[in-house]
C-alpha cells in the first residue's frame, strides 16, 4: 500500500487555523517497512470525539501489529477524519481520497463504529460479511472475517 492522497476538510484545507487545530498520528509498520501514515483529527468534532478516532486507530494497531506514533510536529495528513456528510447515500461514514467522512450527529457508539470502518478503508480493506468491515456494520469488535482481510490486503501480520 503506498501513501494515500491527503484532502483536508474543503473549508481552510491549507490555512494555519486548520494546522493548529490537527491531533497528528504517525503510523508506521515496523515489520512490514511501510512509509508512516498520517492521520488527522478536525478539532471541531471536541474531545470525546477525537478520543474515539484515536481509539480506533490504536485498535487497528493492535490488530494489525503495527506501532503508532504521536507526532507533536506540523505534518500534512495522509488520512483526514472529519464529521461531514458521507458521500453514500444514507451511510454513517465513507472513504475517499484521504478523507473519511462520518456522519454528523452521530451517538458516541455508532460514531466509533463508523470511525473504525473507515480507517480499514483507508488501510486498504474491503468490506467483509462480519465485523467491523461489514457494509452494516454495528460493531467494534473485530471478526475472523476482519482478520482475514487484513491478513489478504497485506496489512496484518
Not at 482478520?147 to 496489512?155: H, L, P, Q, S
Request: hydrophobic share 35%; glycine share 12%; charged share 30%.
Amino acid at each position: 500500500m503506498g501513501r494515500l492522497a491527503c484532502r483536508g476538510p474543503s473549508e481552510g484545507r491549507t490555512g494555519s487555523r486548520v494546522r493548529r487545530a490537527l491531533v497528528v498520528l504517525a503510523l508506521a509498520c515496523l515489520s512490514c517497512g511501510r512509509s508512516p501514515l498520517l492521520l488527522g483529527i478536525d478539532h471541531r468534532m471536541g474531545d470525546d470525539r477525537e478520543g474515539v478516532v484515536e481509539g480506533a486507530a490504536f485498535a487497528w494497531n493492535d490488530l494489525a501489529g503495527w506501532t503508532w506514533f504521536r507526532s507533536a510536529e506540523d505534518g500534512t495528513p495522509d488520512v483526514w477524519v472529519t464529521e461531514r456528510i458521507p458521500r453514500a447515500p444514507g451511510a454513517n461514514g465513507s472513504y475517499y481520497d484521504g478523507e473519511a467522512r462520518i456522519r454528523p450527529g452521530l451517538p458516541l457508539d455508532q460514531f466509533a463504529y463508523a470511525v473504525r470502518h473507515e480507517l480499514g478503508h483507508a488501510l486498504g480493506l474491503k468490506h467483509t460479511a462480519a465485523g467491523v468491515m461489514r457494509k452494516d456494520t454495528a460493531t467494534a469488535e473485530f471478526s475472523p472475517d476482519d482478520r482475514e482481510e487484513c491478513r489478504r490486503e497485506g496489512v496484518c501480520e
